[in-house]
């Protein structure tokens, strides 16, 4: 299992079409990509798991991802979650 934190910089934090983006990144990995903020995680790859945690501007999320592909999921949403929020 990977894993790493991350500050929303995006002044809308993460709302529906971010949100919408990151479920199409996670979907490109076989590996179990969660999502959590303040004691609550949600599945990347569901778009309800990541609106329900209302992360805001400058909220920090971990993002955790565990499987056989973990590597290349964990740099792909490192990448998306830097480029996109």
Do not use: W
């Not at 991350?6 to 529906?16: Q, R």
């Not at 501007?57 to 990448?79: L, S």
């Amino acid at each position: 299992m990977k894993e790493f934190t991350y500050v929303i910089t995006d002044t809308e934090g993460i709302h529906a079409r971010p949100a919408g983006e990151l479920v199409k990144a996670a979907k490109n990995y076989s590996s179990t990509i969660k999502i959590a903020k303040d004691g609550k995680s949600g599945d990347c790859k569901k778009i309800f798991g990541i609106m329900g945690l209302g992360v805001k501007n400058g909220n920090e999320v971990t993002i955790t991802v565990e499987g056989e592909d973990e590597e290349a999921a964990f740099e792909g949403i490192m990448k998306f979650m830097q480029e996109n929020l």
